[in-house]
């Protein structure tokens, strides 16, 4: 069986299963985008979280990140209130910690080149720690993640740390990164229709040399990665100055400059 | 010139470069590290953080998450003590927030199949958000991250928003989170000498097999990941449960399985 057969065997095998998920079905604000996802030939979604407001106990025999003794005391979705905190932490016994997860995406494609397309995409709409994994079989696979994060301890031994005041504050973090998390996952639609487009007219327009160029492995973007300009009218100039806080390599790191188009 | 040509290249350009990090070094951590991937042919570092505990503080004009009006308060790649944590605290006038970021690693790689078994060595050893870029013309390279991270929110607008205490109590979360990615970066380095070995192994024993499952794409490894036994000596039973943690991909999670071995 050629390669595009057998990726659309395991496309129709994997999209007639069963959600495994404890919830039993995609999150609201990414249906869009897996079906957009999934519409298209050359991909389809594995997982995904559209990204949430957990909580977490950790038992207090068990190690400080071991899962076994790992419990959830709450979860959402959606930007959460003091209330539902507080009355979630009551139930804690060990170490509790309050977590804001952005999106994770996990898509698998045809073959290098979407990929490539797709990483691009998703890079471009904030996703700074998005990456490809290739298996030993040529499965290629893009994990979508953004760096957007918040991970805070809130009691030790079921003993509250904080106060409520503090909690208060951290809820309305939580909630600003959960409503920037939306607004990314939205720039990453709307960025991933356009590249789709631009593909689709490209291989419309000039077929054969389409074919040659993917044919070397290339994929043609920008020099210098420009969100704005990627997808301008989705982006907000207060977007583009967050994207650029969302590195590591920073000055801090230690790091060799080397040019952008090799 | 052909691609190994053009990497040699570029490799010599980029190692004869000055460190342009505020630091000026290589992480003392990540030294062994550095120079054992940067003694092979197929690969070059590019930027490396050994993990750090930082303490930001962020304009209170500034959105939440702007570079532009960001201080560093404190960095420490080694263990923190409270006191240091509160003489940086007094100078914050805005948000100030505590994170531990664990190691960054960029690493550009010769092929393809350099970065997969790369990529297999850095999941094996606990850095699961790691991935592949492959750029426009082909150029291919590792970000090796890990999800071990910590991020809290310690002053608004100048004011602390924590008692000492819990100053304290998050210290040792960070300085164990520091131990464990040390643990991580020692597995990393021992994996990735065991890997190098049986491939220098293969390409001495079986030359001719070897390029051909070279030129297929295919790199062998196991069909379950098992870090106790993809390096066995250097993982404790510990750690090995840690890294089961670090898992996005839980129940909570849309989810449709599909086999490994694809």
Redesign the interface.
């Given at each position: 069986m050629d390669r595009s057969a057998e990726f659309r065997r395991?496309k129709a095998?994997?999209?007639s299963?069963?959600?495994?998920?404890?919830?039993?079905?995609?999150?609201e604000d990414v249906v869009e985008l897996v079906q957009l996802l999934n519409g298209r030939e050359q991909f389809f979604t594995?997982?995904?979280?559209a990204g949430?407001i957990?909580l977490l106990d950790r038992g207090i025999n068990g190690?400080?990140?071991?899962?076994?003794n790992?419990c959830?005391l709450l979860?959402t979705h959606k930007p959460c209130v003091k209330d539902d905190v507080i009355v979630a932490l009551k139930k804690a016994n060990g170490d509790a910690i309050l977590k804001f997860?952005p999106l994770?995406l996990?898509v698998q494609c045809r073959q290098?080149q979407d990929?490539?397309i797709l990483?691009s995409v998703a890079i471009d709409s904030g996703f700074r720690?998005?990456?490809?994994?290739?298996?030993?079989?040529?499965?290629t696979m893009l994990?979508v993640?953004s760096t957007?994060?918040?991970?805070?301890?809130l009691t030790?031994k079921g003993k509250l740390?904080?106060?409520e005041?503090?909690i208060n504050?951290?809820i309305k973090?939580a909630n600003?990164k959960m409503e920037?998390n939306k607004k990314r996952i939205e720039r990453f639609y709307n960025c991933l229709q356009h590249a789709l487009e631009k593909e689709t007219i490209s291989m419309t327009s000039y077929p054969k040399e389409k074919i040659k160029e993917k044919n070397n492995?290339?994929?043609?973007?920008k020099k210098k990665r420009n969100p704005e300009k990627a997808c301008g009218k989705y982006i907000t100039e207060?977007n583009n100055?967050?994207l650029?806080?969302?590195d590591?390599?920073?000055?801090?790191?230690?790091?060799?400059?080397?040019p952008e188009?090799?």
């Open positions: 395991w095998q994997c999209l299963k069963a959600d495994l998920s404890r919830k039993g079905s995609v999150d594995t997982s995904s979280c949430r957990i190690s400080e990140v071991q899962k076994q790992c959830w979860v997860e994770v996990h290098l990929a490539q990483h720690n998005s990456g490809i994994t290739v298996g030993k079989r040529g499965k994990a993640r957007h994060g918040l991970e805070v301890p030790h740390m904080v106060t005041e503090y504050f951290l973090i600003q920037e492995s290339s994929y043609t973007h207060e100055k967050e650029e806080n969302d590591h390599d920073d000055p801090g790191i230690s790091v060799t400059i080397f188009d090799y």
